[in-house]
């Protein structure tokens, strides 16, 4: 054993240096003390004036759009102008919950079944094509959303020749939803537990009948809350719709015609002159903040109980 | 990032996450699931190039359309004071300075702030309500940026101008700084930071809070049965070991601030004139395109295109950088 | 347990027999408890902590050993819901009292993790001296020497004295966690709390750990939590055997000498357990 360590007599160091090492640290004490309750104090401010504007935010949204979101009308009736004679004629904004609706349908089906082929051949292949789209999905998830706008003008709308539409405004979003499905489906697929896949491969079965049949189904939860997510996120974007959706005032769920969103909407209404429309805006944004917010608490409720039905 | 890739990756967030825990390695031979050229292979690739050719496409369309100016306007666009539709010139001066004052103020205020409100949520609030005000600062991430803007336009804007603007022109060196507008403008630069730092407040405090949260809970303990106190455990022990991890989030919070759109277009006033004085109007890159864009033609959709190219290259070196940074963070974890 | 094992406790108790009584105490537990929300995880614990003693605290999993050892510098203030209850004393003082300042009493009761957890954005030397900052002191010369001397005593000194601005986590396993007995050793305390130094270490660092324990018993009073029955008879002079009552809290069980608990107990649990019957 004594080959092994050389022990030296435990050493400390002298009595003089013990009291000065005493003297320092008690007379400092209390300012330390200080310090820490005063640094934390600051802490507490910082949460405080954090919460002050997103809870004033919220409030105002409730409090402006109630009123507006119960009437019927507002679901059902196509935006109108109001005028000199009618200033409150402001319609409602169906047109723009519609075409919202309709553009976040389109926009799925064209992003989740290559998204989410794209996270699973990323969590499970290890080549130089999935190492550069590992980066390039990384970087696309933080890209502006305008930026989506012009690309879907430029394609879209200008060398396809399909005009202000649905279609291109969908194709904007997809392009937004696309990346963040590919990393939540790495994710998810990641986090199968390898003795699954094991499992299944001592068991004889070729890698992707395991792939199809053992990961996927166990990924499916993160999967799905993944691109509620992503949908959540295209719905309540405005910029690359701005650009290319046409702004119809019509009810329409084709993809070749013009259509609106909500967040188009509360964008024209925020701006406009009459005080009317700058009222119904708030119900407009509501409605927006309740999708957004259904969405996102039932991607959560879910993937918990899921999780804790394990 | 708010999302572990721990258990099966059902934890939520409406933060893109960042991936913080080290990968699994997969098994050796589940490595090429892939290998084996069966038609789901062939599919998964075939899945993969559409996402890269789309991905290519994006960033090759918007350079392509810009070409034009680039081609003969590049000077006047990276350095140009006005912006004449729709025959040019296009200088993009204005729209550029916008961009990165809104957003390096907008950065400073969330910074500051969300880092103490990150660090109340993990070590301040009872263990009860931390899930609640998490969840809900998560949601908050999740509120559509338009509505930021709305209200920032309708509740902030004239407040601005009525209340704060000529309150701040009482100091000294207030006209140096911020101008003094008068009566004139509630839609300002200043308001268009201050409505930024709200928005990525959320954000912010997301990510931050999930940096510091796997600070192992052992540093601690460690730190606090030498006799530390509790801001001397934050400082130098939760602090320095989540640092590259925070500075992750603070790139990516400025890479949000500067790609954001319409708030910025309804709040910073939608003028393009290059100044410095945070209570006149101004605007930004992105802002810019979305105001302008509806009316635009032929040449002035290649300049809006350009202005996109810089807004890209900005916001892909900005996420490049924080990618980096999570990655060095993921090692030192990984160390610990 | 087979019988070379036997054999060597019976031999380490007759050694431990000669030694003197326990003499003065460091640390009085009078009736502690400690519950979470209200749940007692572990009560009944009354016992000296010998000065210049090793005392262990063994027990099956769950029997609240780790529960108890970090009552002992108040770690739980941190728990919500936890509360302790009953008299911890150090040196005749209630550490739980009101006017008691809980970072100085942590300088003088120091503390040693199951996992050895150095800071990883310090060098070897910040570790070492990180307690010493924590509590002002910030001379030169005063940290200089406190670190050799503590490094020293944790067997280290010779093996890193060359590197001491590297960073801490390019160490060994068992060097991170002599480090951390280092780190600790610096303040000069007068307790050094051990919750399971060894679990995550190799043979070879776990024996090499267990020296410097023996050793360091001559200036300051060790109280270690160990799984390992073997462990404990070899290095420690005293014993407390915890284990879980049937409504699943803990429960002091039996403490004497280590040679008393491991050859001669009182409770027929005690027997069971040091004989490897369960647990």
């Known amino acids: 054993m004594s080959d092994i360590i050389e022990l030296q007599h435990p050493q400390q160091v002298g009595h003089e240096m013990r009291a000065e090492i005493r003297r320092i640290s008690e007379r400092g004490r209390g300012r330390r003390q200080l310090r820490s309750r005063i640094m934390v104090a600051l802490c507490s401010v910082a949460l405080a004036i954090t919460s002050v504007p997103l809870l004033l935010l ?232 309740v999708f957004v917010f259904v969405l996102s608490l039932s991607a959560r409720i879910w993937a918990s109980r899921k999780q804790q039905a394990r | 990032m708010t999302e572990r890739a721990t258990g099966d990756g059902t934890e939520v967030s409406d933060v893109i996450p960042l991936d913080l825990q080290p990968h699994d390695e997969l098994v050796g031979e589940f490595n090429s699931p892939t290998s084996s050229r069966t038609w789901y292979h062939y599919l998964l690739i075939a899945a993969s190039i559409v996402f890269a050719a789309v991905s290519v496409g ?6 392509w359309s810009s070409l034009p100016i680039w081609a003969h306007h590049s000077g006047t666009l990276l350095g140009g004071k006005g912006w004449q539709s729709p025959t040019g010139p296009f200088g993009g001066l204005a729209m550029i300075a916008g961009t990165l004052e809104t957003s390096i103020i907008a950065l400073a205020i969330a910074v500051v702030i969300g880092l103490g409100t990150s660090i109340s949520i993990v ?77 990525i407040l959320p954000t912010f405090v997301a990510i931050s809070r999930e940096v510091i949260t796997v600070v192992p809970q052992d540093l601690i303990e460690a730190s606090l049965s030498l006799g530390a106190t509790r801001w001397q455990v934050i400082r130098e022990v939760v602090l320095p070991t989540a640092k590259v991890g925070l500075f992750g989030a603070t790139f990516l919070a400025l890479a949000r601030a500067t790609g954001e759109t319409v708030a910025v277009a309804l709040v910073a006033g939608g003028v393009a004139n290059a100044q410095f004085h945070l209570l006149y109007p101004g605007t930004s890159i992105a802002a810019w395109i979305a105001t302008q864009f509806g009316e635009a033609q032929g040449n002035e959709i290649a300049a809006l295109m350009a202005l996109g190219v810089l807004l890209m290259v900005l916001n892909f070196g900005l996420s490049l950088i924080s990618r980096w940074l999570v990655n060095r963070q993921r090692r030192i974890l990984a160390v610990v | 347990m087979d019988q070379e094992f036997m054999a060597q406790v019976k031999m380490d108790a007759v050694e431990k027999s000669k030694a003197p009584d326990r003499g003065t105490a460091a640390m009085q537990l009078k009736n502690v408890a400690v519950s979470f929300h209200g749940r007692t995880a572990v009560r009944n614990c009354t016992f000296d902590i010998s000065k210049n003693r090793v005392t262990s605290l063994i027990g099956p999993s769950g029997s609240g050993k780790t529960t108890l050892l970090r009552a002992l510098n108040r770690l739980h203030d941190l728990t919500p819901g936890a509360k302790v209850t009953g008299q911890i004393l150090l040196e005749g003082e209630d550490i739980y009292r009101g006017d008691i300042t809980v970072t ?150 039996e403490f004497d000498t280590t040679e008393k608990i491991f050859n001669n107990p009182i409770d027929p649990r005690t027997l069971d357990y040091t004989l490897g019957r369960f647990g």
């Open chain 1, 58 to 289: 919220l409030y105002q949204l409730f409090q402006r759009g109630l009123p507006v979101v119960l009437h019927p009308s507002f679901y059902t009736q196509l935006p109108q102008t109001p005028s000199l004679v009618a200033p409150n004629a402001t319609g409602g904004v169906s047109n723009a919950i519609l075409g919202s609706l309709v553009l976040s349908v389109y926009a799925a089906v064209m992003a989740i079944p290559v998204g989410v082929m794209v996270g699973v051949y990323l969590a499970e292949s290890d080549s130089k094509l999935a190492a550069m789209l590992r980066i390039i999905s990384q970087t696309m998830a933080g890209a502006p959303s305008i930026l989506m706008g012009l690309f879907a003008f430029s394609f879209v709308v200008r060398a396809l020749h399909v005009g202000y539409t649905a279609l291109a405004g969908s194709f904007a979003l997809a392009v937004l939803m696309l990346p963040v499905i590919v990393i939540s489906s790495e994710i998810a697929v990641r986090g199968v537990p390898n003795t699954l896949r094991e499992a299944g491969l001592a068991l004889g079965a070729k890698p992707h009948k395991v792939s199809m049949r053992i990961v996927l189904p166990a990924a499916v939860t993160g999967i799905v809350t993944g691109i509620i997510l992503a949908i959540s996120r295209a719905i309540g974007e405005t910029a690359p719709v701005l650009l290319v959706i046409g702004g119809g005032y019509i009810n329409s769920w084709k993809p070749l015609d013009p259509v609106s969103a909500l967040p188009l909407s509360i964008y024209e209404n925020a701006k406009s002159q009459w005080p009317s429309l700058r009222t119904q805006v708030w119900g407009i944004a509501l409605v927006l903040v």
């Open chain 2, 123 to 199: 070590f301040l609030i009872p263990r009860r309500f931390r899930n609640i005000v998490a969840t809900l600062v998560e949601l908050l991430a999740a509120v559509p940026s338009i509505v930021y803007g709305l209200w920032g336009f309708l509740v902030l804007a004239p407040w601005m101008l009525n209340t704060v603007n000529p309150w701040l022109n009482k100091w000294p060196f207030a006209k140096e700084i911020f101008g003094n507008p008068g009566q004139q403008f509630g839609t300002s630069l200043l308001l268009a930071s201050i409505v930024l730092a709200v928005m």
């Open chain 2, 58 to 63: 994006f960033v090759a369309t918007i350079l």
């Open chain 3, 104 to 253: 100085e009493l942590r300088s003088r009761v120091g503390m040693v993790f199951q996992r050895p957890n150095p800071f990883p954005t310090m060098s070897i030397y910040d570790n070492a001296v990180s307690g010493l900052r924590f509590n002002g002191i910030k001379k030169k010369s005063i940290l200089d020497e406190a670190a050799e001397t503590s490094l020293r005593s944790a067997a280290l000194w010779d093996s890193v004295q060359s590197r001491l601005k590297v960073a801490a986590s390019n160490l060994s396993g068992g060097e991170q966690q002599r480090l951390c007995i280092a780190r600790a050793l610096a303040m000069d305390p007068e307790v050094l709390l051990m919750d399971e130094p060894t679990s995550a270490l190799d043979p070879i660092a776990t024996l090499r750990i267990e020296e410097l324990m023996t050793t360091l018993k001559q200036r300051v009073t060790v109280v270690i939590v160990t799984h390992n029955m073997q462990q404990a008879a070899r290095i420690s002079d005293d014993c407390a055997f915890l284990l879980m009552g049937e409504d699943r809290a803990g429960e002091l069980i």
